[in-house]
């Protein structure tokens, strides 16, 4: 561990989990006004300037949930412990990132429920966009560390 072994695509996906989940962090933090621009919707930003917790409740549980992403990612690029069931993990996560990023950059243009509309198609094609970059190093990544190519 730590020497021979490198996955850099899983390095970059895993920094950019913990760097989505830090990102989520600091919107706890910054309240009504971080929520809105970060795009949780309209209820999110509301809930939150009248006091109730479910927003940070809910953005601390994806903060907790990206950072263990970003744990598995890391173990799979060696940098961390080998965790069991890593490639099924790192297989179900890959799969989770694209198909968010695919669907993300659809609902929109076809969709009219209020969970969708809720949020600008500014923000359904950046964050879709981020998706499927991170979904893509995720494939990338797996795939190097199933076929045993770790050197590129």
């Known amino acids: 561990m730590f020497n021979?072994?490198?996955?850099?695509?899983?390095?970059v996906a895993g920094y950019c989990n913990?760097?989505?989940?830090?990102?989520?962090?600091?919107i706890i933090v910054g309240g009504p006004d971080w929520y809105?621009?970060?795009?949780?919707?309209?209820?999110?930003?509301q809930a939150a300037e009248h006091g109730s917790i479910r927003p940070d409740i809910t953005t601390g549980i994806i903060a907790m949930l990206l950072?263990?992403?970003g744990v598995i990612a890391m173990s799979g690029a060696d940098k961390l412990p080998r965790l069991p069931l890593l490639k099924t993990a790192?297989?179900?996560?890959?799969?989770?990132?694209?198909?968010?990023?695919?669907?993300g950059l659809a609902l929109p243009f076809i969709s009219q429920h209020p969970l969708i509309q809720q949020n600008s198609?500014?923000?359904?094609?950046?964050?879709?966009s981020i998706c499927l970059i991170i979904g893509m190093?995720?494939?990338?990544?797996?795939?190097?560390?199933?076929?045993?190519?770790?050197?590129?």
């Open 4 to 11: 021979t072994y490198e996955n850099k695509y899983l390095v």
């Open 18 to 26: 913990w760097l989505a989940a830090l990102t989520h962090v600091f």
């Open 36 to 45: 809105r621009f970060f795009g949780a919707g309209e209820a999110m930003a």
């Open 67 to 69: 950072t263990f992403l």
């Open 90 to 103: 790192l297989c179900l996560i890959t799969f989770v990132y694209l198909s968010r990023g695919i669907a």
């Open 121 to 128: 198609t500014t923000f359904w094609l950046v964050s879709s």
């Open 137 to 152: 190093l995720h494939l990338i990544g797996t795939i190097k560390l199933w076929n045993g190519n770790t050197q590129k």
